[in-house]
Nanobody, 116 residues
Framework: QVRLVESGGGLVQPGGSLRLSCAAS??????MGWYRQAPGKQRELVAE???????RYTDSVKGRFTISRDNAKNTVYLQMNSLKSEDTAVYYC????????????WGQGTQVTVSS
């Protein structure tokens, strides 16, 4: 059973940056993604990346967030720049064989709070 451990969250002012990491205890899938869940809202997909490199992003983060992965380290990253208050949420990673698939058990997530 592969475990996912997210880290790197914290409190940041609007306009600031954070880099999230997702470390897997075993091999990761072809497609890995970052998701987030804000209070009172459903979990939503933020960004995905394939093992070959293609990526996709939800419209609200395009141009601000960058997803990357290190297949040798079974780790996925999310560089978040120009953060906004609406980015406040718990961030999770997950993945599967295709876009939008979430085949792992969810980890504990990492809290990102954007506030002045």
């Amino acid at each position: 059973q592969v475990r996912l451990v997210e880290s790197g969250g914290g409190l940041v002012q609007p306009g600031g940056s954070l880099r999230l990491s997702c470390a897997a205890s075993g091999s990761i899938f072809n497609v890995m993604g970052w998701y987030r869940q804000a209070p009172g809202k459903q979990r939503e997909l933020v960004a995905e990346i394939t093992s070959g490199g293609p990526t996709r992003y939800t419209d609200s983060v395009k141009g601000r967030f960058t997803i990357s992965r290190d297949n040798a380290k079974n780790t996925v990253y999310l560089q978040m720049n120009s953060l906004k208050s609406e980015d406040t949420a718990v961030y999770y990673c997950n993945g599967g064989r295709g876009w939008g698939m979430t085949s792992f058990d969810w980890g504990q997530g990492t809290q990102v709070t954007v506030s002045s």
